[in-house]
């Protein structure tokens, strides 16, 4: 029972190029949460996804951050332009519920790193 | 908006010796959820408390959640190496949008090897 993957799990990007990082929720899970941590930080929610829709996106910066979950495929955050401050890692969770009280299943990470 | 506030932010312990963090939120909570995460690692759930003063045990990790839910704790006894990392809690708006964790900036555990 494979858990959450994302990848890649490391990702180096020129400043104002694209960054997309790929999510894949555990079998069975439909809720899907992307967070950023910076180093020596916690980590800060950015959007809930439900396959097809964004539930809450207040997280996530207006501009130049993107996240979707298609009917059939991983869930993408996807980060145009490229800036300094965006290096960090992303992290996905997943969970079976969307209640907030059951388990969030973390994947390992994407670190990106802008050059 | 909300926030989750953990104490202290590191901790260095020699092995055997007791380690506690603490989690303090800004708002009434509807649960609260603890994660650990290694260096390098991502979080790993360790435990979620719903009930007002709820104490849970883990071998020798003890969680507790205040009787207002606005706080929380956790208690290692005679830690050992494995347990160095970073321990966050996590906690869910009392009647808000429940999904959304507010995490803790951590505790980062050390200990001399």
């Known amino acids: 029972n494979a858990g959450v993957m994302q990848n890649p799990r490391h990702l180096v990007r020129r400043r104002g190029q694209e960054a997309r990082l790929r999510c894949s929720p555990m079998?069975?899970?439909?809720?899907v949460y992307w967070y950023r941590q910076l180093p020596e930080e916690g980590l800060k929610f950015m959007v809930y996804l439900q396959k097809e829709n964004i539930i809450d996106e207040s997280g996530m910066p207006k501009e130049r951050f993107s996240a979707e979950f298609p009917k059939e495929g991983p869930s993408i955050l996807r980060i145009q332009q490229v800036v300094r401050g965006d290096s960090a890692a992303y992290f996905c969770?997943?969970?079976?519920?969307?209640?907030?009280?059951?388990?969030?299943?973390f994947g390992q990470g994407t670190r990106l790193t802008v050059v | 908006g909300q926030q989750v506030m953990q104490i202290p932010q590191y901790q260095h312990v020699q092995e055997g010796e007791d380690f506690t963090t603490y989690c303090n939120s800004s708002?009434?909570?509807?649960?609260i959820q603890w994660y650990k995460q290694r260096p390098g690692g991502h979080p790993v759930f360790l435990i979620q408390l719903v009930k007002s003063g709820e104490v849970k045990k883990q071998k020798r990790l003890t969680f507790q959640f205040g009787e207002a839910k606005k706080n929380s704790s956790l208690h290692i006894t005679a830690t050992q190496t494995t347990d160095v990392g970073t321990y966050f809690c996590?906690?869910?708006?009392?009647?808000?949008?429940?999904?959304?964790?507010?995490f803790g900036k951590g505790t980062l555990l050390t200990m001399n090897p």
């Open positions: 079998k069975g899970h439909s809720h």
């Open positions: 969770a997943s969970s079976l519920t969307g209640t907030g009280l059951t388990e969030a299943f």
């Open positions: 708002t009434t909570l509807s649960n």
């Open positions: 996590a906690g869910s708006i009392s009647g808000g949008s429940n999904y959304k964790l507010t």
